[in-house]
């Protein structure tokens, strides 16, 4: 694909219901990220998923985020119980990650969440 | 803990002015600094890493590792140059998320 593709680009729900934003990396490319960009916190890590490893869940704000990511390409962030705090932009990132170095992050345009 | 801090949310210049973002970091090891930046309405990009110590778009960043300090600088700015500025860190070793600084907002005025 041409890049990293987000879906939905725009999501709003009611406060209390379940969202799922799914992230679609670059081919070939074996660590992923989620990150939430929200006004006056700037671009927070949320988790971080390379290769076979154990992902690096250390950013998730409380248990009602997880992450999975299936056969090392595609990802969904799930948010549970949403809450209007949860409202941001949820960016994802994959990168080539050659050994050693962090590789050059390539993000999505991001998954707009509205909580009402 | 890995944290990055850029202590400016919002640096306005006039066009031709220098311009100079500030990145602190801390870091128990060897860092790997960048500079990622995202003009409106198009998606975060690299800018610059320190270990290619190369300059893009007219801007360069030196790892000063004794102020732990890592600032964007250009000589002249120029209005394109308006976008949000984001510093990141990551450790050398495999394995290390990458983690960002909160942002700085560029805006260059003629």
């Known amino acids: 694909g041409a890049g990293v593709s987000q879906s939905p680009s725009n999501k709003v729900t009611e406060k209390g219901k379940d969202v799922e934003l799914r992230c679609d990396p670059i081919?070939?490319?074996?660590?992923l990220y989620w990150y939430r960009q929200s006004l006056g916190q700037g671009l927070e890590f949320l988790i971080y998923?390379?290769?076979?490893?154990?992902?690096?869940k250390s950013g998730l704000p409380s248990d009602r985020f997880s992450a999975e990511r299936t056969g090392g390409s595609v990802s969904t962030l799930t948010i549970q119980r949403t809450q209007q705090e949860d409202s941001a932009v949820y960016l994802c990132?994959?990168?080539?990650?050659?050994?050693?170095?962090?590789?050059?992050?390539?993000f999505g345009e991001g998954s707009r969440l509205t909580v009402l | 803990a890995q944290r990055v801090t850029q202590p400016e949310k919002l640096l306005s210049v006039f066009k031709g002015a220098p311009v100079e973002l500030k990145c602190n970091y801390s870091?128990?090891?060897?860092?790997?600094l960048f500079w990622y930046v995202q003009y409106s309405r198009q998606r975060l990009q690299l800018l610059l890493r320190?270990?290619s110590r190369e300059s893009i778009k007219g801007f360069t960043a030196d790892l000063n590792k004794g102020e732990t300090s890592f600032h964007l600088k250009k000589p002249f700015a120029q209005e394109e140059d308006s976008a949000m500025y984001y510093c990141?860190?990551?450790?050398?070793?495999?394995?290390?998320?990458?983690?960002f600084g909160k942002g700085t907002t560029l805006s260059v005025s003629s």
């Open positions: 081919s070939g490319h074996t660590a």
């Open positions: 320190h270990i």
């Open positions: 990141a860190l990551s450790g050398r070793q495999a394995g290390t998320a990458l983690i």
């Open positions: 990132a994959s990168s080539l990650a050659p050994s050693g170095r962090t590789g050059e992050l390539f």
């Open positions: 998923f390379q290769g076979n490893s154990a992902p690096d």
């Open positions: 870091y128990s090891g060897s860092p790997e």
